[in-house]
């Protein structure tokens, strides 16, 4: 049987950027997935605030201090997030690399003031209900933040090897610009819970 070719397709690139990249579409999916576990999280705290005759129960509002400072850090990193998203597009391997740089230095920074933010909230996790609710809505943060600079890291110590010359890791920085997004508008969010609902 003779094999015809229908159409020669080896011009193509091998990746792209945004919704024409499949991992971006992972990337939407795993957001989905954990702004889910979000809304269950903060539907948890409002049930529980609805029952309680007081709240917060048995302690005062938390200290606004630590978790403002995170608020003021990742807010002010969208600039340089949507920067180095911008030079991936472009391919700019020198400016990415820079950008990949101040970029982890800004994503360790609100994990370094959250050391003090857990005390901040002025009750144990397993004091009551309160205690645990925002203790677990806090660490669920975190823990996003911990992965995303985790994976800002990896991407950065591979920019500075012969693998960070290859277009797909543009690709992958701009999808991590994308996902930093989210660790940054779910904080917004969460701060809202967490330090205002309670003085409400």
Same mark, same amino acid.
Do not use: C
């Given at each position: 049987m003779r094999h015809r070719p229908v159409a020669d397709i080896s011009h193509l690139p091998t990746y792209d950027f945004g919704s024409a990249s499949p991992m971006w579409w992972g990337t939407l999916a795993f957001i989905a997935l954990e702004a889910t576990?979000?809304?269950?999280?903060?539907?948890?705290?409002?049930?529980?605030a609805v029952l309680a005759r007081h709240w917060p129960i048995g302690a005062p509002a938390p200290d606004l201090l630590p978790g403002t400072a995170v608020l003021v850090i990742l807010v002010a990193s969208v600039l340089p997030n949507h920067m180095i998203e911008f030079w991936a597009r472009r391919r700019d391997l020198a400016k990415v690399r820079l950008g990949i740089v101040v970029m982890s230095i800004v994503g360790i920074l609100p994990l370094i003031v959250r050391i003090w933010e857990f005390p901040a909230l002025r009750i144990s996790w397993d004091q009551n209900a309160y205690g645990s609710i925002v203790w677990f809505l806090l660490g669920l943060h975190t823990t996003?933040?911990?992965? /995303? $600079?985790? +994976?800002?890291?990896?991407?950065?110590?591979?920019?500075?090897?012969?693998?960070?010359?290859?277009?797909?890791?543009?690709? /992958? $920085?701009? +999808?991590?610009?994308?996902?930093w997004d989210f660790v940054v508008v779910s904080w917004v969010v969460l701060y809202l819970v967490i330090y205002w609902a309670p003085r409400m």
């Amino acid at each position: 049987m003779r094999h015809r070719p229908v159409a020669d397709i080896s011009h193509l690139p091998t990746y792209d950027f945004g919704s024409a990249s499949p991992m971006w579409w992972g990337t939407l999916a795993f957001i989905a997935l954990e702004a889910t576990g979000f809304v269950l999280a903060i539907g948890t705290y409002f049930y529980l605030a609805v029952l309680a005759r007081h709240w917060p129960i048995g302690a005062p509002a938390p200290d606004l201090l630590p978790g403002t400072a995170v608020l003021v850090i990742l807010v002010a990193s969208v600039l340089p997030n949507h920067m180095i998203e911008f030079w991936a597009r472009r391919r700019d391997l020198a400016k990415v690399r820079l950008g990949i740089v101040v970029m982890s230095i800004v994503g360790i920074l609100p994990l370094i003031v959250r050391i003090w933010e857990f005390p901040a909230l002025r009750i144990s996790w397993d004091q009551n209900a309160y205690g645990s609710i925002v203790w677990f809505l806090l660490g669920l943060h975190t823990t996003h933040l911990l992965t /995303d $600079v985790g +994976d800002t890291i990896v991407l950065a110590v591979l920019m500075f090897t012969q693998k960070g010359k290859a277009g797909r890791r543009f690709s /992958d $920085v701009s +999808d991590n610009a994308f996902y930093w997004d989210f660790v940054v508008v779910s904080w917004v969010v969460l701060y809202l819970v967490i330090y205002w609902a309670p003085r409400m």
